[in-house]
């Protein structure tokens, strides 16, 4: 059974950075797991992904240079934690932060965002100032 847990969200003051964790288990590594966040009022939008088994990643154009992800491979089988640093976040990422599963492996990484299969039930981020 696939799970997926997002937590790390707070409310922070413009200019920090924050790293938010996603833990996923019930799956095989050749998935990849992708990050998304949704503003209030606004469309759902692809963050960052990575692939579990390779670490190659992939991040939104937008937000290249101030996100960044990450992964942690557990020697407990079809466990992992996938990481998303917000550096030097704005205003405007302020939003609730989702993971989700490529299960093809190959789609998120390469900027397609379709066929994202299971969702976590989210962590919210809020940045003042």
């Known amino acids: 059974q696939v799970q997926l847990v997002e937590s790390g969200g707070d409310l922070v003051q413009a200019g920090h950075s924050l790293r938010l964790s996603c833990a996923a288990s019930?799956?095989?590594?050749?998935?990849?797991i992708g990050w998304f966040r949704q503003a209030p009022g606004k469309e759902r939008e692809g963050v960052a992904c990575?692939?579990?088994?390779?670490?190659?990643?992939?991040?939104?154009?937008s937000m290249r240079g101030r996100f960044d992800i990450s992964r942690h491979i557990s020697r407990v089988k079809d466990q992992h934690t996938v990481y998303l640093s917000i550096l030097k976040a704005k205003p405007e990422d302020t939003a609730d932060y989702y993971c989700?599963?490529?299960?093809?492996?190959?789609?998120?990484?390469?900027?397609?965002?379709?066929?994202?299969?299971?969702w976590g039930q989210g962590t919210r981020v809020t940045v003042s100032g």
């Open positions: 989700s599963t490529d299960p093809l492996g190959v789609s998120c990484i390469r900027g397609n965002w379709i066929g994202m299969n299971d």
């Open positions: 019930g799956f095989a590594n050749y998935y990849a």
């Open positions: 990575i692939g579990l088994s390779d670490g190659k990643t992939y991040i939104q154009d």
